[in-house]
């Protein structure tokens, strides 16, 4: 009985798993079969029919937009990379026949157009024409950022995405906002509540998973695959700004309740500071980014741009982080050059460098070397009259877009770490008084400057 | 393994026999039996579980892919759906109306919709209509009936509400005495009984369709003159009808969409909601050539006056040269029906939550909305800064393009204004002609991005200094000596009534007489010579041709200047320096023209026209234009009445900084 037993054992198994697998294949089956659904097939049989579908998506949706003279530009990384290869010799013939469907065929799930807002009225004509050329369409508002600031406004959402889809094919257009500054902004993709979220891959769109701020690009007029359009005129330039484009919006609500708590200094010299801090930072702004130097906001700047908004009026100062690795020796000539003659310079190029530059009236401006560790990125410090050595440790950050007083500048992104690291958790309660050896909570000392080097790395003029 | 497999199927006898074959087969090979026995046992446990793990991790995979395809793109702040009143689902609606003394209000459906039960305010007839198909309220208005005129506007209103909608009267107070027949008459029609009787201190509350049934009536009689009526409370049932019925049917286009929208919601704007002919609501003007200002952004300041706002825009949209994508609203709270209106003409509306109180909230919203707008429109160099109690002048884009690049290029200009604070009907009559003056007057005027950008947003007054942003923009602080330009004859017009500022008297006496152009295209004629240095040749050019007038005559009298055309005559008045405007106050006050403060001077000189005459007043000795006064002429002086010295000058000035 046992061994009978043992079989049934064993044959009950064996069935189980037939079960098993059958099932498995049919589980299997019908998952590939739901991919499909989504209109994304990755069966590469199709692979040449595929191709076509992309340009014809791209054709008609181009003849969509021009039959309501709506001005786009292509930003599609993937195809602008392909265009850049041969940039030279799609420019030097604008019209030229191409031999083969060679961009916009290429493989991927959606082409990506930029739109100008201000380049078009907000007309409901365009997507009935979209919807009887076959296209699906999904338009993302949300809040316009241009109203956020310390007066509490609210206007109607604006529309920041919109996504064409067309058989297995959909066209990604971004809207972009002029914002004071002079820059470009496009908003987030932020799906409501309500909103297909398989309408289209979402996770593989390149724009829209945070804001981004731009140049203005130039635009040229180019006919790739036969078909017409606008493209940057400096694709590798605009790719390289895609890759580091995210832009960090200023926290104006929690500002707003910094001022409840402590009202702002609207006293003259508050306002004449304020007013000098400004344009001592659009100087240096210009200076720096005509070198192309990458700065960004540092220490009581960066500070007062993510308490208040604002600079904070006893300050005092304007001070800026500079990478060294970007570290360029035109730059005290540079700025002698705006106006500004040099302050003092310590420290060298090797270790803990440090500018400082004369603005108008007492307000200096601080460029601080950061020196980049393994994990984690640190400044110097050096005090004139001993020599000695400071050291501010920061946690590793990278930089993000952001606006101040009407200027694209960048922030560390984790700004509330950087500015935790400098000041502490009590970075929010305002303090007058401040030590730069002793009041930063990331201050460490670094020995002291060898007596002999003094004259070259304490300079003060 | 298919050989291991007992087949279920055979018959038990068979299955014996075919088992008991195996059976000796196997025991033979016992050893071997039993080795693959365990290893199949083993290979198939492997099997289920790893089939059992395949399964789970596909199935989580599937369900990651599904949720995460979205998930970083998911809006933060979820957006939870307010459950909407089913209103459209009632066929009846409860109706509370209350008539007293001190208190009046109206309940609809359990919803208080008015409550008015503040001292020394509120009297007269309350008004309310209410959608007859969802019973939402459209309108609410109060007409004091006790004062004069005040039942002439509640006619207007109840004539322009359309018919079948849902009137609800009450009257807190006093709501007869001024109410004349006409208006009885009125209500009458409506079907009220006792409208005709209505007098002294009578409470009444009245429910009923325009143009149809009564829903409810009750009166309560004064007994004396002393004493009001019992208060009264009238509950009735109100039916409503279906949607398709209470609405129009204009065809279907984008615009009358926007208009479905509004007429559905607001009511009391006349024929723009009339079903047959409503009057449009998009004006196309004519473009204008070379449109200099087609790019300038233009702000209108609104507050909580939405049939002002109706008629501003109106205008602003009819002005040749409009480009309605450049016009944000900006509303001064969150009030809805301003921004129905702004919806209506399919314009871009921003609501601003208030802050401060009185004047130095309107001050805190044009900071604000300027700020907004330049943030809204960074490329712009200016902004038009309207407000919502104006009429814009079919020209006003035409006259602004023609003169906005001598606000780009000379420094020495603050603003160019449309409106000329002494262009009354009796004193402006070139629409070619424009000015330059030390004044900022404001309504309907063009600020410079730099300006605001560098100077005034910085210092603008905090909310805790209750401070009017005009009077604050004409400091000298601020103005710095600047100097706007200014058209002979407005390019705007006042009409606003009801302000903070502005009472019945004030508009009657300072505003409704003043001169407004009606005239498409006028060509300036004198734009060069606006700016600074140009303008003293032209002034003095000016002065050399200028007859001098007798000095000898009353200046206020009608004969001081002669019954002449298109001469330039010139008075000489006393000025002992610069800040000396006793004479210019007298003179303005005889002549009819803005005395409350000094308005539209240029350096001593006041230019203005008298019975079609260009007429130039210098005030001696402070103006550099004494020069041109003959050694024979005295200026004239005129002092102010004594008695008023004390009196009235104080509160003069006072009414001057509340304009």
């Known amino acids: 009985m046992q061994k009978i037993n043992r079989n049934v054992v064993l044959a009950l198994l064996s069935l189980t798993s037939l079960v098993f697998l059958l099932f498995q294949l049919c589980y299997y089956k019908f998952y590939l079969s739901q991919k499909n659904g989504a209109a994304f097939s990755k069966v590469r049989g199709s692979q040449s029919g595929q191709d076509s579908t992309r340009w014809h998506v791209v054709r008609k949706f181009l003849g969509l937009i021009s039959s309501h003279n709506i001005p786009v530009y292509l930003i599609d990384p993937l195809i602008l990379g392909l265009v850049d290869k041969d940039i030279e010799q799609i420019r030097s013939s604008p019209d030229g026949p191409s031999p083969a469907c060679k961009y916009f065929c290429a493989p991927r799930d959606f082409t990506t157009f930029a739109l100008l807002d201000k380049t078009w009225k907000h007309e409901v004509g365009l997507f009935r024409t979209a919807e009887k050329m076959g296209f699906q369409w999904l338009k993302i508002i949300n809040k316009d950022p241009r109203l956020d600031g310390m007066d509490d406004l609210s206007g109607m959402e604006i529309p920041l995405h919109?996504?064409?889809?067309?058989?297995?094919?959909?066209?990604?257009?971004?809207?972009?906002?002029?914002?004071?500054?002079?820059?470009?902004?496009?908003?987030?993709?932020?799906?409501?509540?309500?909103?297909?979220?398989?309408?289209?891959?979402?996770?593989?769109?390149?724009?829209?998973?945070?804001?981004?701020?731009?140049?203005?690009?130039?635009?040229?007029?180019?006919?790739?695959?036969?078909?017409?359009?606008?493209?940057?005129?400096?694709?590798?330039?605009?790719?390289?700004?895609?890759?580091?484009?995210?832009?960090?919006?200023?926290?104006?609500?929690?500002?707003?309740?910094?001022?409840?708590?402590?009202?702002?200094?609207?006293?003259?010299?508050?306002?004449?500071?304020?007013?000098?801090?400004?344009?001592?930072?659009?100087?240096?702004?210009?200076?720096?980014?005509?070198?192309?130097?990458?700065?960004?906001?540092?220490?009581?700047?960066?500070?007062?741009?993510?308490?208040?908004?604002?600079?904070?009026?006893?300050?005092?100062?304007?001070?800026?982080?500079?990478?060294?690795?970007?570290?360029?020796?035109?730059?005290?000539?540079?700025?002698?050059?705006?106006?500004?003659?040099?302050?003092?310079?310590?420290?060298?190029?090797?270790?803990?460098?440090?500018?400082?530059?004369?603005?108008?009236?007492?307000?200096?401006?601080?460029?601080?070397?950061?020196?980049?560790?393994?994990?984690?990125?640190?400044?110097?410090?050096?005090?004139?009259?001993?020599?000695?050595?400071?050291?501010?440790?920061?946690?590793?950050?990278?930089?993000?877009?952001?606006?101040?007083?009407?200027?694209?500048?960048?922030?560390?992104?984790?700004?509330?770490?950087?500015?935790?690291?400098?000041?502490?958790?009590?970075?929010?309660?305002?303090?007058?008084?401040?030590?730069?050896?002793?009041?930063?909570?990331?201050?460490?000392?670094?020995?002291?400057?060898?007596?002999?080097?003094?004259?070259?790395?304490?300079?003060?003029? | 393994?298919?050989?291991?497999?007992?087949?279920?199927?055979?018959?038990?006898?068979?299955?014996?026999?075919?088992?008991?074959?195996?059976?000796?087969?196997?025991?033979?090979?016992?050893?071997?039996?039993?080795?693959?026995?365990?290893?199949?046992?083993?290979?198939?446990?492997?099997?289920?579980?790893?089939?059992?793990?395949?399964?789970?991790?596909?199935?989580?995979?599937?369900?990651?892919?599904?949720?995460?395809?979205?998930?970083?793109?998911?809006?933060?702040?979820?957006?939870?759906?307010?459950?909407?009143?089913?209103?459209?689902?009632?066929?009846?609606?409860?109706?509370?109306?209350?008539?007293?003394?001190?208190?009046?209000?109206?309940?609809?459906?359990?919803?208080?919709?008015?409550?008015?039960?503040?001292?020394?305010?509120?009297?007269?007839?309350?008004?309310?209509?209410?959608?007859?198909?969802?019973?939402?309220?459209?309108?609410?208005?109060?007409?004091?009936?006790?004062?004069?005129h005040e039942d002439e506007a509640m006619v207007l209103f109840l004539n322009m509400v359309a018919r079948g909608r849902i009137l609800i009267f009450t009257i807190k107070d006093e709501g007869s005495f001024h109410l004349k027949e006409t208006a009885k008459n009125v209500l009458k029609s409506l079907g009220s009984q006792v409208a005709p009787f209505l007098s002294w201190r009578d409470m009444w509350t009245f429910v009923g369709k325009k143009g149809g049934e009564v829903y409810g009536e009750k009166h309560a009689k004064s007994p004396a003159l002393s004493t009001w009526g019992d208060p009264v409370l009238l509950k009735t049932e109100v039916h409503l009808t279906s949607v398709e019925d209470a609405e129009c049917h204009w065809p279907d286009t984008e615009l009358n969409r926007r208009r479905k929208r509004f007429c559905s919601k607001v009511e009391g704007y006349g024929s723009v909601c009339s079903c047959k002919d409503p009057t449009p609501i998009e004006f196309n003007p004519d473009p204008l050539k070379d449109n200099k200002v087609f790019d300038v952004p233009v702000a209108v300041i609104a507050g909580n006056r939405p049939n002002y706002l109706y008629r501003m825009l109106r205008s602003l949209l009819s002005a040749q040269g409009v480009n309605p994508q450049m016009i944000t609203v900006f509303i001064d709270g969150y009030y809805e029906e301003p921004m129905d209106v702004v919806e209506l003409f399919g314009l871009s509306g921003i609501q601003h939550t208030p802050i401060s109180i009185k004047n130095a909230r309107v001050s805190q919203h044009y900071k604000a909305s300027l700020t907004a707008t330049f943030n809204l429109f960074p490329d712009a160099?200016?902004?038009?800064?309207?407000?919502?109690?104006?009429?814009?002048?079919?020209?006003?884009?035409?006259?602004?393009?023609?003169?906005?690049?001598?606000?780009?290029?000379?420094?020495?200009?603050?603003?160019?204004?449309?409106?000329?604070?002494?262009?009354?009907?009796?004193?402006?009559?070139?629409?070619?002609?424009?000015?330059?003056?030390?004044?900022?007057p404001g309504l309907g005027w063009v600020l410079r991005k730099s300006l605001y950008k560098d100077e005034l947003e910085p210092k603008w007054p905090t909310p805790e200094k209750l401070w009017d942003w005009d009077m604050w923009m004409r400091m000298p602080e601020q103005r710095k000596g600047r100097e706007c330009i200014i058209p002979d004859i407005s390019r705007s017009y006042h009409f606003g009534i009801v302000g903070l500022n502005m009472n019945g008297y004030f508009h009657e006496a300072y505003f409704k007489k003043h001169k407004f152009n009606t005239v498409p295209n006028v060509q300036l004629k004198n734009v060069e010579s606006l700016r600074k240095d140009n303008y003293e040749t032209e002034i003095h050019r000016l002065l050399g041709e200028a007859e001098v007038l007798d000095h000898s005559k009353n200046p206020c009298e009608d004969s001081f200047v002669p019954d002449t055309e298109g001469r330039v005559y010139v008075?000489?008045?006393?000025?002992?320096?610069?800040?000396?405007?006793?004479?210019?106050?007298?003179?303005?006050?005889?002549?009819?023209?803005?005395?409350?403060?000094?308005?539209?001077?240029?350096?001593?000189?006041?230019?203005?026209?008298?019975?079609?005459?260009?007429?130039?007043?210098?005030?001696?000795?402070?103006?550099?234009?004494?020069?041109?006064?003959?050694?024979?002429?005295?200026?004239?002086?005129?002092?102010?009445?004594?008695?008023?010295?004390?009196?009235?000058?104080?509160?003069?000035?006072?009414?001057?900084?509340?304009?």
């Open chain 2, 381 to 440: 160099k200016f902004a038009v800064v309207l407000e919502e109690d104006l009429d814009i002048s079919v020209d006003f884009f035409s006259f602004l393009s023609q003169s906005i690049h001598l606000l780009e290029e000379d420094e020495s200009l603050y603003c160019i204004s449309a409106w000329n604070d002494q262009g009354y009907e009796h004193t402006a009559e070139d629409p070619s002609l424009l000015y330059r003056v030390e004044t900022m």
């Open chain 2, 1 to 148: 393994m298919d050989e291991w497999k007992p087949n279920p199927a055979v018959k038990p006898h068979k299955k014996r026999s075919w088992y008991l074959a195996w059976k000796y087969k196997l025991m033979n090979q016992r050893a071997l039996r039993k080795l693959c026995q365990t290893g199949a046992v083993l290979f198939l446990l492997v099997t289920v579980i790893v089939n059992i793990k395949l399964i789970l991790d596909t199935r989580r995979a599937a369900y990651e892919e599904e949720e995460e395809s979205a998930q970083d793109y998911d809006d933060e702040m979820l957006n939870v759906e307010v459950p909407r009143h089913p209103v459209n689902n009632k066929k009846v609606l409860d109706v509370e109306v209350y008539s007293s003394r001190s208190k009046v209000y109206v309940a609809v459906d359990g919803t208080t919709v008015l409550e008015d039960e503040a001292r020394e305010q509120g009297r007269g007839i309350h008004v309310i209509v209410l959608n007859q198909a969802t019973g939402h309220v459209m309108a609410k208005r109060v007409f004091d009936t006790y004062s004069p």
């Open chain 1, 162 to 461: 919109y996504i064409f889809k067309l058989a297995s094919h959909a066209i990604h257009l971004v809207v972009f906002y002029e914002r004071s500054g002079n820059f470009l902004w496009h908003g987030p993709l932020r799906l409501k509540q309500h909103m297909d979220r398989k309408f289209v891959p979402f996770r593989k769109l390149h724009f829209g998973r945070y804001p981004g701020a731009y140049e203005k690009p130039e635009l040229l007029l180019v006919s790739i695959d036969d078909l017409k359009v606008q493209i940057p005129k400096n694709p590798s330039s605009f790719l390289q700004e895609v890759s580091h484009s995210r832009f960090l919006e200023c926290r104006y609500r929690e500002a707003r309740a910094f001022f409840q708590l402590y009202p702002d200094d609207a006293s003259l010299d508050a306002v004449e500071f304020r007013k000098k801090a400004k344009s001592l930072l659009h100087l240096a702004a210009l200076t720096l980014n005509n070198l192309g130097v990458k700065f960004w906001l540092s220490s009581g700047t960066c500070l007062g741009w993510y308490r208040q908004c604002n600079v904070i009026p006893h300050s005092k100062d304007v001070d800026l982080g500079i990478f060294i690795r970007d570290y360029k020796a035109d730059i005290i000539p540079a700025f002698q050059k705006a106006g500004l003659p040099l302050k003092h310079k310590f420290g060298k190029v090797e270790d803990s460098l440090e500018l400082s530059f004369q603005g108008e009236d007492d307000v200096k401006l601080d460029i601080f070397f950061f020196y980049e560790e393994d994990d984690h990125i640190w400044n110097g410090g050096t005090q004139a009259k001993s020599g000695k050595k400071f050291k501010y440790l920061f946690p590793k950050f990278t930089l993000c877009w952001t606006e101040f007083v009407e200027l694209k500048v960048h922030v560390p992104c984790e700004t509330l770490q950087y500015v935790e690291a400098n000041y502490g958790p009590e970075w929010k309660v305002p303090v007058k008084t401040w030590d730069w050896k002793s009041s930063p909570s990331n201050v460490q000392d670094n020995g002291v400057w060898p007596v002999d080097e003094w004259d070259d790395v304490i300079q003060i003029y």
């Open chain 2, 571 to 659: 008075m000489f008045i006393k000025m002992e320096q610069e800040a000396d405007f006793t004479t210019w106050t007298q003179l303005a006050k005889c002549l009819h023209i803005w005395d409350l403060d000094v308005r539209g001077n240029h350096k001593g000189l006041w230019r203005l026209f008298r019975k079609k005459n260009h007429f130039l007043v210098v005030g001696v000795p402070a103006s550099p234009y004494s020069s041109k006064k003959p050694s024979s002429v005295t200026p004239i002086y005129m002092e102010p009445p004594a008695k008023e010295e004390g009196a009235v000058a104080v509160p003069a000035v006072a009414a001057a900084e509340q304009t």
